[in-house]
């Protein structure tokens, strides 16, 4: 049931995808090996959905999502999260006496890897915003390491994927996500101990990170770097030029136009006038239930999941309710076809 339901929703949340983002980029695909177990090893921005963009445009991979165990909460919700693959994992936020919990999840992993399996964690351990490679956990490592100990003969790989969004918590937004080379775990094994090991292994899927994603370094003034690139409206979607010029290289970065002008503005005003009751509805959900901002996109994308075709069923109602005539109902694929315009010209 839950595999079949697995396949069923992929392809929405696809489609999805395609009616929320103006643009979605998935580069270097073919880099992911195709008969290994592989782990995917992403930076983290905008919470459920960097998981759920490689889950719905990955070719022929299933992968297996550790997620804050913060989420799980029992009942249907616990039973959805573990239909979409994810795992539970458990921080030391989450209690000093949940962490033994984790040797069960190790030993889950290793036995999902060395059956061929993949699975799909953040090794930077939390969300941010912020245009910058955060320092990785040894967590990552630790799985990878047991798993290897457990079962030695597994072919294991490592991909490094970097996302970028052109404003990760704005809308209508464009996201482009790089596949990095893929680095058998076994070569890192040759470093020594097992710290030495984990060091190594760390410093070079964080090496990877910082050319697969915009990395503003440490050493800068963040805010002040920030305001630097962005007065040359970048194209955060093409984080190489960026990095040049970050690195102190003449180069000049793509640019893409925010289109703020009049025209624009009153695109926006036909949009919300059009979608009046989904949009104040959201703007209710944003401004009371969205608790931080990393998490204003995955709402929002949930929201017009299930809000807007809802939307159109009630006029649909309501048009048979008040006896409109046929042609009124055209209204209804004239404003779907407007929403998917707005977000992919807006």
Not at 88 to 97: A, K, N, Q, S, V
Not at 216 to 232: G, Q, S
Not at 333 to 339: A, H, T, Y
């Amino acid at each position: 049931m839950k595999k079949l339901l697995y396949s069923v929703l992929k392809p929405l949340i696809r489609a999805g995808f395609f009616c929320y983002y103006r643009e979605v980029r998935m580069i270097g695909m073919e880099r992911v090996p195709r008969d290994r177990p592989v782990v995917f090893l992403p930076n983290h921005h905008n919470a459920l959905l960097d998981p759920l963009l490689i889950a719905a445009y990955i070719r022929g991979r299933r992968p297996y999502f550790l997620t804050r165990s913060d989420v799980f909460q029992g009942g249907l919700l616990e039973w959805f999260f573990d239909m979409l693959r994810m795992i539970p994992i458990y921080r030391l936020r989450d209690g000093r006496d949940t962490l033994h919990r984790n040797e069960e999840i190790f030993e889950r992993c290793a036995d999902l890897l060395a059956a061929n399996g993949d699975l799909l964690l953040f090794p930077e351990a939390n969300h941010n915003l912020k245009r910058q490679v955060r320092p990785l956990s040894k967590g990552f490592t630790r799985i990878v390491l047991h798993t290897l100990k457990k079962y030695p003969d597994t072919d294991l790989h490592l991909v490094p994927v970097g996302f970028n969004y052109q404003r990760a918590a704005g809308f209508p937004d464009r996201v482009a996500c790089y596949f990095g080379e893929a680095l058998p775990a076994e070569a890192f094994l040759k470093a020594g101990d097992e710290q030495r090991v984990s060091r190594e292994m760390k410093s070079a899927v964080s090496s990877r990170l910082k050319q697969l994603t915009t990395h503003i370094p440490p050493e800068c003034d963040y805010e002040a770097t920030l305001r630097e690139l962005e007065a040359d409206s970048p194209d955060w979607l093409l984080p190489g030029p960026i990095n040049d010029r970050l690195s102190g290289h003449a180069v000049e970065i793509p640019t893409h136009s925010n289109r703020e002008d009049g025209v624009h503005k009153i695109w926006d005003f036909l949009f919300r006038a059009l979608n009046l009751p989904a949009w104040l509805l959201w703007r209710w959900i944003a401004a009371n239930k969205v608790w931080e901002p990393e998490f204003m996109s995955t709402f929002r994308y949930l929201f017009a999941l299930l809000a807007f075709p809802l939307y159109l069923g009630l006029l649909a109602a309501t048009f048979a309710l008040t006896g409109a005539p046929p042609q009124a109902y055209w209204c209804l694929p004239g404003l779907f076809l407007f929403n998917v315009l707005y977000v992919k010209f807006r």
